[in-house]
């Protein structure tokens, strides 16, 4: 991929908000690691690629995060190399499956973000550099409600919630709603189920979910849709090859396909309002810290 040149000169950070078109950031997280989270995300990423979107996937779970394996990818480097100059940030991004583009991080680097302001401060300028030339970015975050999975997803326009059956599952997704809504009430949340066994058991959980939401946080989330457990998703798991790709008309497939329809479907906030990707992170990283301070 051709650079822009990250250091060259110049634009001021204030000038390069004002003539980038920014692209919709679409937040993927969870309460819990093991319910799919990153598999949501490659497959969202892969079928917003279909409808002529130019996307850009960020593998930002340090801990699960398997986004190279379930493509089939090696990357050669990654946000350590532009925080060392070694490389730009267009260098360090992988080519994917049907074009899709993929930003890997590392656990080091994501541990730098959450030490140390100047670090985001590069990544931000780095990416303003060619933001605007994607539609779309994903963020597959980890799971939980530390800083810089919150960070991440209060900087995103839209969040996609995963939670599975199981009582832990449901526990902790509600958690990660709770703070999440607490600190942006207006913030657009989507609730996924995964791995029922039913699309009424999904949507049953859903209802129990958006309850406890609209009863103890007087705020509503909304249904993106029941994935059914399959072995399909298992054996694509395991042989690198993406869901949508391998089993584009199987169930768990269909059902995926709906959530992301009902994904662009939700209001967004306004195109002049968007934040960069890093820009984000390091806003909400401070009112967080700003909060838990208090």
């Keep these: 991929?051709?650079?822009?040149?990250?250091?060259?000169?110049?634009?001021?950070?204030?000038?390069?908000?004002?003539?980038?078109?920014?692209?919709e950031i679409f937040a993927i997280t969870s309460g819990k690691g093991g319910v799919g989270k990153t598999n949501i995300s490659v497959n969202l990423a892969l079928l917003l690629r279909r409808l002529k979107k130019n996307v850009l996937l960020v593998d930002a779970d340090i801990h699960l995060g398997n986004v190279d394996l379930m493509l089939g990818i090696r990357p050669t480097g990654n946000l350590a190399d532009v925080i060392s100059g070694e490389n730009t940030l267009e260098e360090i991004i992988v080519k994917g499956p049907t074009g899709l583009d993929?930003?890997?991080?590392?656990?080091?680097?994501?541990?730098?973000?959450?030490?140390?302001?100047?670090?985001?401060?590069?990544?931000?300028?780095?990416?303003?550099?060619?933001?605007?030339s994607y539609d779309?970015?994903?963020?597959?975050?980890?799971?939980?409600i530390g800083r810089n999975v919150t960070s991440f997803s209060l900087g995103a326009d839209k969040v996609i919630v995963v939670v599975t059956p199981d009582p832990?599952?449901?526990?902790?997704?509600?958690?990660?709603?709770?703070?999440?809504l607490q600190k942006s009430p207006g913030l657009p949340i989507m609730l996924v189920t995964n791995m029922v066994h039913s699309e009424?058991?999904?949507?049953?959980?859903?209802?129990?979910?958006?309850?406890?939401?609209?009863?103890?946080?007087?705020?509503?989330?909304?249904?993106g849709g029941a994935i059914l457990r399959d072995e399909n998703v298992q054996d694509s798991v395991r042989r690198q090859?993406?869901?949508?790709?391998?089993?584009?008309?199987?169930?768990?497939?269909?059902?995926?396909?709906l959530m992301t329809r009902n994904l662009l479907k939700l209001p967004s906030r306004d195109a002049s309002e968007r934040v960069g990707l890093f820009q984000g992170v390091r806003?909400?990283?401070?009112?967080?810290?700003g909060k838990n301070d208090d």
């Design 168 to 180: 832990a599952s449901i526990a902790d997704a509600y958690g990660v709603i709770k703070i999440l």
């Design 1 to 23: 991929m051709s650079t822009t040149g990250t250091n060259s000169g110049f634009f001021t950070l204030k000038n390069l908000r004002k003539e980038t078109n920014r692209p």
């Design 283 to 289: 806003e909400h990283r401070h009112i967080i810290a």
């Design 136 to 144: 779309l970015v994903i963020v597959d975050t980890g799971a939980g």
């Design 241 to 257: 090859k993406p869901l949508v790709l391998e089993y584009p008309n199987s169930r768990p497939a269909n059902s995926l396909k």
């Design 102 to 132: 993929v930003l890997p991080a590392s656990s080091a680097v994501l541990d730098m973000i959450d030490a140390e302001e100047e670090v985001l401060k590069k990544l931000e300028e780095a990416f303003l550099n060619f933001e605007h």
């Design 200 to 223: 009424d058991e999904g949507e049953n959980l859903f209802k129990k979910m958006d309850l406890m939401v609209q009863r103890f946080l007087q705020n509503k989330i909304l249904f």
